[in-house]
């Protein structure tokens, strides 16, 4: 990994990865970008991850969207956001990413009165009361798993987006020092 790359690097690298991407499964395709070079074990660019991976699998699963300019938008969205929002802020980025990566597919704002809204909020959520039944401390992969199985099921349920879905098994515990070991659901 180079620790020179900026996050704006990071992003444009992630981008080109994510513009690759054929499969239906936003789990896989989080997998194949948690594995570029350029990406830490935790950090900000999890925040812009999760919800490119997202955006890779709605487009590949049929979903109706201009995949490059969603990415560009996510991109802008996802600098704002701080690292280590979930000790800080409480919401994780990994929810962050994928409901801003909602309300760019459904182009819903701060003044949006449609359903719209209303789901990304549930969306939002649903997903944050499941990850506050694990605890912490942090851990941007495991999140990064519950936010997309929970989105995948969310988009299918709500919009007949049919994603591909598997449970996955983390491969990335013996890099963080923080694993909870098997209170995770994904530890192997």
Known sequence: MNPQHTLKEKYDIITK???????RN?????KDLMDLDCVNIHGPE??????????????NS???IDLSACLLELASRASAMPGAMCGYWGICGSVASVGAALSIIHKTGPLSTDDFYKDHMEYTSGVIREMSKIGGARCC???AFLSLLYAARFVREKYGIIMEEEKPVCT??????Q???VNCPFHS
């Open 62 to 64: 049929g979903g109706n």
């Open 172 to 177: 990335y515990s013996a890099k963080n020092k």
């Open 179 to 181: 694993c909870l070991g």
């Open 26 to 30: 936003p789990l896989k395709i989080v």
């Open 141 to 143: 992969k495991r999140n």
């Open 17 to 23: 990865a994510a513009l690759n991407e054929s499969s």
């Open 46 to 59: 999890h925040h812009f991850i999760d919800g490119a991976a997202f955006l890779a699998a709605f487009n």
